[in-house]
C-alpha cells in the first residue's frame, strides 16, 4: 500500500507542483493587469478570479480535507473579486499556497487516502480528493492557457524540446 501512495502523492506533486503551477505563472507573465481581471460577460470570469478559484478550492479540499487545516473558504468571493490587484499578490497566493500542498501531500499516509471525508457537502475518499484536485486544478489551467492564447496569439510552449509525435509502449505488451 505504501507504494500506491508514495506514486499517488508523486503524481499529485507533479501534476500540482511541477507542471500547472508554472503554466499558470506563464500565463500571468503574459498579461497586463487590466487583462488578468477581464471579463468577456457577467456569465465569464477572469483570469484573476480563476486564480482566486484554484486557491480556494485546492485549500477547501486538499489543505483541509486532507491537512486538517480549518476550512475558512469564501467561495462566493472568489468570483464576485473585480480587482484589480497586481500579479505578483496573485503569483505569492499560488506560492504560498503550493509550499503547504507540498507539506501536506509529504506527510500524507496510505491509511489518509482511504478515510472518508465530508468536504463542501460531498463525501470523498482521500484518492477521490487528490484526483478532484489534480482535475480541477488542470482544468482551469486550461482555461487560463486559452485565455492567454486567444488574447496574445503566441504559442505557450508548454512541450518544447519534448516529441509529441514519439510512440509509446505499455509495459504490460
Known sequence: MEEYRELLVREAHRRLIEE??????????????EEIWYRPNENSNSVGNLVLHLCGNVRQWLLSGLGGYTDNRQRKQEFDE????????????????????????????AEQLLQTVEIQG????????????????????????????????????????????????????
Not at 20 to 30: D, H, Q, V, W, Y
Not at 86 to 109: A, I, Y
Request: aromatic share 10%; hydrophobic share 35%.
Open 20 to 33: 500547472n503551477l508554472p503554466r499558470i505563472k506563464k500565463c500571468l507573465s503574459e498579461l497586463n493587469t
Open 82 to 109: 473585480r480587482g484589480p490587484f497586481p500579479t505578483s499578490v496573485l503569483v505569492r497566493h499560488l506560492d504560498e499556497l503550493m509550499e503547504e500542498v507540498d507539506k501536506v501531500l509529504n506527510k500524507l499516509t
Open 122 to 173: 460531498f463525501t470523498e475518499n482521500g484518492i477521490s480528493v487528490l484526483v478532484h484536485v489534480i482535475e480541477h486544478f488542470s482544468y482551469h489551467t486550461g482555461q487560463i492557457t486559452y485565455f492567454v492564447k486567444w488574447r496574445k496569439d503566441i504559442n505557450m510552449n508548454y512541450y518544447s524540446g519534448i516529441n509529441l509525435d514519439a510512440v509509446g509502449r505499455s509495459s504490460f505488451d
